[in-house]
Structure formats: structure tokens, C-alpha cells
């Protein structure tokens, strides 16, 4: 069965699991809003896209002078779920020392280290500079930093006021952020700038992250650059009003490799002015081993933008704007543009997600190789584009009669997609994708009955 949204947020907060770790190296922390983003233009907006993509180039150039990932930039085909991502489920670890307004917890923050769990009394925490977090504020894996809400989700809120967001990872490894609702910021929730690596956001709420109004910038709630191996799990993205530019993400990210983003509730995510732009989900510019998985994405402009239109050359060192990863079991639904569109990737899969009620095709756009794309409900046909049909193996998936057809569902309109007892077109008719899709979005285990279903319910 697909949880519900609050069921999903109303997890207890976890603490770190102990990941890998690496040393990449550094590169500057952008300007405000880094400019180092494609706009979200959509397909059926070509001449603006191809307008937009050169001057957004040129910027990223002008930001970035390090290439950052080259000794870590192999293909890979992993798309499994990575062994260094443990389960979250360990208790959370007992406070070293507990703050309870914006100056201590900004003193504190700079005690951080192995072992340290700053945890944050029940309040609002207005910070007068953002919380700087360099390389000797790092954890260990088997000793991460944590900073938690000390009485669990729901009872702080970090607010990053006028500051440019409200934490900055600008080298710090094995940090956790735990329970936070974040807020205020003029531009993102969470930066993360290498050499940081090994981050982990969980059980957050994380809304409202643009107190400016400087539209030609980047806004994005949870935003990162070349820095590897980080978990978003079980955190819950919004925001309340349209933003006044065309260039918003939930969580964006540039040259990242071995992310993890999963079970998270993201909304929202639109520009004022519709059909522009708002991406709830976009790795691009060199990212890769991608795992989006188990997230419910609805209401935004584009649901996952898997790849894009960054510089993947400049900062990854390779052509591809994204290479393998996963994007499974992902429910989205209600987007003004596309559910899932995949641009310039190679060595991914798309599997078992559901699609309804979005505004335009999924597509697979500008280049591919190696892509599958198996077993997932679409809203639309799958649109190849830009010749990339000969590049993709899809196959078992099942197209609704019309975008928001919910015969197959319990209840669509009120945002449940698990299968109904009768959606025979989609219980048992998958393919085995056993090695590449071993749960469904609640986390139960495939196959049950006589095979794979389709979609991100597993009935
Ligand atoms: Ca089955």
C-alpha cells in the first residue's frame, strides 16, 4: 500500500547512518543563487529554451572555475540501491549539548564534530548569518555530526532570514540534519558546496526559502554542487506562493554524484507565471548514480528532471548530463508539464513510477544511450524526442486511456494511487526487473501474486 503523505512525515527522527567517504576538491561558493542552473523551459516551448540555455551557460562559466569530479567521474552501471546508504532506522542519538536560541545555535554549530549532536530546544531560531559549516565541523562515518530538533519533527524552525540560505556546507563530511523545519533564506534551504561530502537531510520540512525578490536568480530549497553521496529522505518540500523568476527547484543539484533522494513529499514548485518553469526534482550537468525512489511529487511545473541543460562537460568532465541512476517507484501527479523528462542521460533506468494528471508527454529529449524505461504507468505516451528512440529500451509500460484516468487506482483524486482489486492491465503484467527494482513505493517487497506490477504499488 502507498502511505500517505502524513504518515510518510510522521516518521520519528533517524539518525545518521554511517556512508562512504571521499575527498573531492573545492570549488567556490557561487554568487547568490550560484546562477549556475538551466532554466526549466519545456519542450513545447522550444524557442525559448534555445533562447535561455547559451546566456545560463555563460553564467555558470563566469561562477565556476573548478572542474571538480574528474578523478570520480566513471560511467557507472549501478543502479541498485547502494550499500553505503544504510537503513535509517537507528534511534536518535543522545544530545551532546542542547541550544535554545539563534546565537548559541550558531555558536554551537562551530563545536561540531565527531560524535557532536547539537540539538536544537523547541523555538524559532532567527539567524543573523547563515550556518557555515567548513571542513572542520565534520563527523566520521562511524561518528557523524548531527544537528536535530532535540524534541523531533515539528517543534523548530530554523529561519534563514536575510541570509543567502540557512545552512551552507561549505567541506564539512558526515553531517546529519535532523527534524529542522527551515524556512526564510533569500535563496535555498540547505547549500552544499564541495569538498563537503556525506550529507544527509532527514525528516525536514524545508518551505519558503526566498525572502528576495531578485527574480534572475536560482532558487532551490535544498541545493547542490559536485558534492557526492547525499541522502534526502522523508522530507517534505513546498512552497506556499509562486516565485516571481522562472528558475525554481526543489532540490537541484549540478555534478553530483551517488545522491540519494527518497521518500519525500514535494510540492508546489512553480513559477508565477505558468508554464515556465518549477522542477520538484533535477539532477543535470554531470550528475550521476542517481537514486530517486519512493517520492510523491505533485503540483509543481515538472515533476524529475532527470538530466537537463547545465555543463557537464565543464564540471563533470564528461558529456552526459547525467549518468546511470534509478528513478523508481516515484508517484507524480498534477504537474502543469511533464511527469518525468529525461534529457542527454545515458546508463539509466526509469522504472515502476505512476504518472496521472500531468500537463505534458514524458519524454526522453536531446540524447540518450543505454536508457530502460519498464514497467511504469504514464499519464501520456512516452514521447521520444530529438531521435532518441533508438536509445531506449522501453517496454511493459501502461499508458492511462486519458491523463487523469484513475480506473486503475484507489483514489486519484484525493492523491491515491495504489492499485484498485481490479486494474488487471496493470497487477502481475510487469516485467521481472528484479535486479533493478526490489520494493515498491511502501516498501514492500516484488513480485507478489503471479509477477510484477506495473506502476509504484506493488498489489
Ligand atoms: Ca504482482
Same mark, same amino acid.
Given at each position: 500500500?502507498?502511505?500517505?503523505?502524513a504518515h510518510?512525515?510522521?516518521?520519528?527522527?533517524?539518525t545518521?547512518?554511517?556512508?562512504a567517504c571521499?575527498?573531492?576538491?573545492?570549488?567556490?561558493?557561487?554568487?547568490p543563487?550560484?546562477?549556475?542552473?538551466?532554466?526549466?523551459?519545456?519542450?513545447?516551448?522550444?524557442l525559448?529554451?534555445?533562447a535561455?540555455?547559451?546566456?545560463d551557460?555563460?553564467?555558470?562559466?563566469?561562477?565556476v572555475?573548478?572542474?571538480?569530479?574528474?578523478?570520480?567521474t566513471?560511467?557507472?552501471?549501478?543502479?541498485?540501491?547502494?550499500?553505503?546508504?544504510?537503513?535509517?532506522?537507528?534511534?536518535?542519538?543522545?544530545?551532546?549539548?542542547?541550544?535554545?536560541?539563534?546565537?548559541?545555535?550558531q555558536?554551537?554549530?562551530?563545536?561540531?564534530?565527531?560524535?557532536?549532536?547539537?540539538?536544537?530546544?523547541?523555538g524559532?531560531?532567527?539567524?543573523?548569518?547563515?550556518?557555515?559549516?567548513g571542513?572542520?565541523r565534520s563527523?566520521t562515518?562511524?561518528?557523524?555530526?548531527?544537528?536535530?530538533?532535540?524534541?523531533?519533527?515539528?517543534?523548530?524552525?530554523?529561519?534563514?532570514a536575510?541570509?543567502?540560505?540557512?545552512?551552507?556546507?561549505?567541506?564539512?563530511?558526515?553531517?546529519?540534519?535532523e527534524?529542522?523545519l527551515?524556512?526564510?533564506?533569500?535563496?535555498?534551504?540547505?547549500?552544499?558546496?564541495?569538498?563537503?561530502a556525506?550529507?544527509?537531510?532527514?525528516?525536514?520540512e524545508?518551505?519558503?526559502?526566498?525572502?528576495?525578490?531578485?527574480a534572475?536568480?536560482?532558487l532551490?530549497?535544498?541545493?547542490?554542487?559536485?558534492?557526492?553521496?547525499?541522502?534526502?529522505?522523508?522530507?517534505?518540500i513546498?512552497?506556499?506562493?509562486?516565485?516571481?523568476?522562472?528558475n525554481?527547484?526543489g532540490?537541484?543539484?549540478?555534478?553530483?554524484?551517488?545522491?540519494?533522494?527518497?521518500?519525500?513529499?514535494?510540492?508546489d514548485?512553480?513559477?508565477?507565471?505558468?508554464?515556465?518553469?518549477?522542477?520538484?526534482?533535477?539532477?543535470?550537468?554531470?550528475?550521476?548514480?542517481t537514486? #530517486?525512489?519512493?517520492?510523491?511529487?505533485?503540483?509543481?511545473?515538472?515533476? #524529475?528532471s532527470?538530466g537537463?541543460f547545465?555543463?557537464?562537460?565543464?564540471w563533470?568532465?564528461?558529456p552526459?548530463?547525467?549518468?546511470?541512476g534509478?528513478?523508481?517507484n516515484?508517484?507524480?501527479y498534477r504537474c502543469?508539464?511533464?511527469?518525468?523528462?529525461?534529457?542527454?542521460?545515458r546508463?539509466?533506468?526509469?522504472?515502476?513510477?505512476t504518472?496521472?494528471?500531468?500537463?505534458?508527454?514524458?519524454?526522453?529529449?536531446?540524447?540518450?544511450?543505454?536508457?530502460?524505461?519498464?514497467?511504469?504507468?504514464?499519464?501520456?505516451?512516452?514521447?521520444?524526442?530529438?531521435?532518441?528512440?533508438?536509445?531506449v529500451?522501453?517496454?511493459?509500460?501502461?499508458?492511462?486511456?486519458?491523463?487523469?484516468?484513475?480506473?486503475?487506482?484507489?483514489?486519484?483524486?484525493?492523491?491515491d494511487?495504489?492499485?484498485?482489486?481490479?486494474?488487471?492491465?496493470?497487477?502481475?503484467r510487469?516485467?521481472s526487473?528484479?535486479?533493478?527494482?526490489?520494493?515498491? #513505493?511502501?516498501r514492500?517487497?516484488?513480485?507478489?501474486?503471479?509477477?510484477?506490477?506495473i506502476?509504484?504499488?506493488e498489489?
Open positions: 500500500m502507498l502511505r500517505s503523505p510518510s512525515l510522521s516518521l520519528s527522527v533517524m545518521l547512518a554511517a556512508i571521499s575527498n573531492p576538491p573545492s570549488a567556490a561558493d557561487g554568487a543563487g550560484d546562477g549556475a542552473d538551466a532554466v526549466d523551459v519545456r519542450a513545447d516551448t522550444i525559448r529554451e534555445d535561455i540555455e547559451p546566456a551557460v555563460a553564467s555558470m562559466d563566469a561562477v572555475t573548478d572542474t571538480g569530479v574528474s578523478a570520480d566513471g560511467v557507472s552501471m549501478d543502479t541498485g540501491i547502494r550499500a553505503d546508504v544504510a537503513p535509517s532506522d537507528a534511534p536518535a542519538a543522545a544530545c551532546s549539548e542542547t541550544v535554545s536560541t539563534a546565537a548559541e545555535l555558536a554551537a554549530a562551530q563545536r561540531l564534530g565527531p560524535g557532536r549532536v547539537l540539538c536544537l530546544a523547541p524559532r531560531y532567527v539567524l543573523t548569518a547563515r550556518i557555515s559549516l571542513a572542520g563527523g562515518a562511524m561518528a557523524p555530526a548531527v544537528i536535530r530538533a532535540r524534541d523531533g519533527r515539528g517543534t523548530v524552525t530554523v529561519d534563514g536575510n541570509n543567502e540560505e540557512a545552512f551552507f556546507f561549505s567541506g564539512a563530511t558526515f553531517v546529519a540534519l527534524g529542522l527551515i524556512t526564510g533564506g533569500q535563496y535555498h534551504g540547505v547549500k552544499l558546496d564541495p569538498p563537503s556525506d550529507i544527509v537531510v532527514r525528516d525536514c524545508i518551505t519558503d526559502t526566498f525572502n528576495g525578490t531578485d534572475s536568480s536560482q532551490s530549497p535544498i541545493k547542490g554542487f559536485q558534492v557526492p553521496r547525499v541522502l534526502v529522505e522523508r522530507t517534505r513546498r512552497f506556499s506562493r509562486r516565485w516571481i523568476g522562472n525554481i527547484q532540490i537541484d543539484c549540478n555534478a553530483c554524484p551517488s545522491w540519494t533522494v527518497r521518500d519525500n513529499e514535494i510540492s514548485v512553480r513559477a508565477m507565471v505558468g508554464g515556465t518553469s518549477g522542477t520538484a526534482i533535477q539532477f543535470k550537468s554531470g550528475s550521476r548514480d537514486v #530517486i525512489e519512493r517520492n510523491v511529487l505533485h503540483d509543481s511545473f515538472i515533476g #524529475i532527470f537537463g547545465g555543463n557537464p562537460m565543464g563533470s568532465g564528461q552526459w548530463e547525467h549518468v546511470g534509478v528513478v523508481r516515484n508517484v507524480i502543469e508539464d511533464a511527469g518525468i523528462t529525461v534529457l542527454y542521460a546508463d539509466g533506468r526509469i522504472v515502476n513510477n504518472l496521472w494528471g500531468n500537463g505534458f508527454t514524458p519524454d526522453v529529449r536531446r540524447m540518450a544511450m543505454n536508457l530502460r524505461y519498464q514497467n511504469n504507468i504514464l499519464d501520456r505516451a512516452l514521447n521520444f524526442r530529438d531521435g532518441t528512440m533508438a536509445a529500451m522501453a517496454a511493459n509500460n501502461l499508458v492511462l486511456r486519458s491523463p487523469t484516468d484513475g480506473a486503475l487506482f484507489l483514489g486519484a483524486m484525493r492523491g494511487f495504489h492499485l484498485a482489486p481490479g486494474a488487471s492491465t496493470a497487477i502481475d510487469g516485467m526487473l528484479a535486479s533493478d527494482v526490489m520494493d515498491d #513505493i511502501d514492500e517487497a516484488r513480485p507478489r501474486g503471479a509477477g510484477f506490477d506502476g509504484a504499488d498489489r
